[in-house]
T-cell receptor, first 113, second 115 residues
Framework: GENVEQHPSTLSVQEGDSAVIKCTYSDSASNYFPWYKQELGKRPQLIIDIRSNVGEKKDQRIAVTLNKTAKHFSLHITETQPEDSAVYFCAVFSGGGADGLTFGKGTHLIIQP | DTGVSQDPRHKITKRGQNVTFRCDPISEHNRLYWYRQTLGQGPEFLTYFQNEAQLEKSRLLSDRFSAERPKGSFSTLEIQRTEQGDSAMYLC?????????????FGEGSRLTVL
C-alpha cells in the first residue's frame, strides 16, 4: 500500500516568517495530493490540493509544489499569522486499492508572536 | 448546515459494550469513508462505500467492527465488545465522483472513550 512520510513533526516559526512542510510518498500511480489543517478538537479541513498534472498551485499565502519524479510535495505558508497555528496533514490519493486518502502523521505548526 | 454530520459527538462506554456511530454525508456525494484518528496521528482509513456498496475494508477493521450504508445515504459504524484500544476519534468523510475524486469533506467526528 501507499506509504506517506511527513516532516517535520513540529515546526516553530516567528510570526511573519515562512513555513515549509514536506511529504514523500511511495506509489508512483498516486494522482491527488491534498493538505488538511486541523485545529484542536476540530475536523480536518482542506486548505489546498494539487493534482498530478501540475507542478505548483498557489492560493494567497499558501502554495503547494509537487515533484512527481522524486515523489515528494511540499506545503509553503508565507507571512505566517497566529491563526496558522494548527496541525497540518498531507495526504495522497492513489485511486486504487483502498480508494481513500493515506495521511501523513502531521506537523504541529507553532507561530511564535 | 449542508456539511457532513456525525452523531454522537462524544461517547463514553465501558469495555465490552457495543457502540454505534452515524454519519450523514453531503447529500450529492456518493462516496463515504470512515477513518479513525488517535492523538498525535493522522487519520487512518477504515472502510469506504460507493453508494450502498462497501468496496474496501482496511485490515485495521477487525471482526468487531461493521459498517453499513443501507440506502446509499447515511452510514453507521458499529463496534461490538469495545476494548480500550478502540478509544479514538472516528471521522466520517464524503466525496463526489468524477474529476473531484479524492477531495474529501470531513465531519466533526465522534470521539469514543472506552473505560
Amino acid at each position: 500500500g501507499e506509504n506517506v512520510e511527513q516532516h517535520p513533526s513540529t515546526l516553530s516559526v516567528q510570526e511573519g516568517d515562512s513555513a515549509v512542510i514536506k511529504c514523500t510518498y511511495s506509489d508512483s500511480a498516486s494522482n491527488y495530493f491534498p493538505w488538511y489543517k486541523q485545529e484542536l478538537g476540530k475536523r480536518p479541513q482542506l486548505i489546498i490540493d494539487i493534482r498530478s498534472n501540475v507542478g505548483e498551485k498557489k492560493d494567497q499565502r499558501i502554495a503547494v509544489t509537487l515533484n512527481k519524479t522524486a515523489k515528494h510535495f511540499s506545503l509553503h505558508i508565507t507571512e505566517t499569522q497566529p491563526e496558522d497555528s494548527a496541525v497540518y496533514f498531507c495526504a495522497v490519493f492513489s485511486g486504487g486499492g483502498a480508494d481513500g486518502l493515506t495521511f501523513g502523521k502531521g506537523t504541529h505548526l507553532i507561530i511564535q508572536p | 448546515d449542508t456539511g457532513v454530520s456525525q452523531d454522537p459527538r462524544h461517547k463514553i462506554t465501558k469495555r465490552g459494550q457495543n457502540v454505534t456511530f452515524r454519519c450523514d454525508p453531503i447529500s450529492e456525494h456518493n462516496r463515504l469513508y470512515w477513518y479513525r484518528q488517535t492523538l498525535g496521528q493522522g487519520p487512518e482509513f477504515l472502510t469506504y462505500f460507493q453508494n450502498e456498496a462497501q468496496l474496501e475494508k482496511s485490515r485495521l477493521l477487525s471482526d468487531r467492527f461493521s459498517a453499513e450504508r443501507p440506502k446509499g445515504s447515511f452510514s453507521t459504524l458499529e463496534i461490538q465488545r469495545t476494548e480500550q484500544g478502540d478509544s479514538a476519534m472516528y471521522l466520517c468523510a464524503s466525496s463526489g465522483s468524477g474529476r473531484l475524486t479524492g477531495e474529501l469533506f470531513f465531519g466533526e467526528g465522534s470521539r469514543l472513550t472506552v473505560l
